[in-house]
């Protein structure tokens, strides 16, 4: 299973970016896939989680209101749509996915991406 993620860029505080995840697997409904973001000198840190049919989404508390999951299963994509940004948003942003249920612990995450940079300035 592999994962592309794209979709970063240098924005600034109040603009909108919309992530993409591209997952190399089959059947993609059986995965779960979750965003999460590391910024620099910080730990890696839960986004957000889409269940394998879009039955279940999850927001960290930081990004509750103002980013949404989705996905679309014809295209093996999930997308993140992140608005409102601040500058605190800053990070590395990375997606995972598991086969199975949608959790919030990066531990139960066996794929992973390279991860796309965003930046926000002030």
């Known amino acids: 299973v592999q994962l592309q993620a794209s979709g970063g860029g240098l924005v600034q505080a109040g603009d909108s970016l919309r992530l993409s995840c591209r997952v190399s697997?089959?059947?993609?409904?059986?995965?779960?896939v979750g965003w999460f973001r590391q910024a620099p000198g910080k730990e890696r840190e839960f986004v957000s989680v889409?269940?394998?049919?879009?039955?279940?989404?999850y927001y960290g508390d930081s990004v509750q209101g103002r980013f949404t999951i989705s996905r679309d299963n014809a295209k093996n994509t999930v997308y993140l749509q992140m608005n409102s940004l601040k500058p605190e948003d800053t990070a590395l942003y990375y997606c995972?996915?598991?086969?199975?249920?949608?959790?919030?612990?990066?531990?139960?995450?066996?794929?992973w991406g390279q991860g796309t940079l965003v930046t926000v300035s002030s």
């Open positions: 995972a996915a598991r086969q199975g249920t949608a959790f919030t612990y990066i531990r139960y995450y066996n794929y």
């Open positions: 697997a089959h059947p993609f409904s059986r995965y779960a």
């Open positions: 889409i269940g394998r049919t879009s039955e279940s989404t």
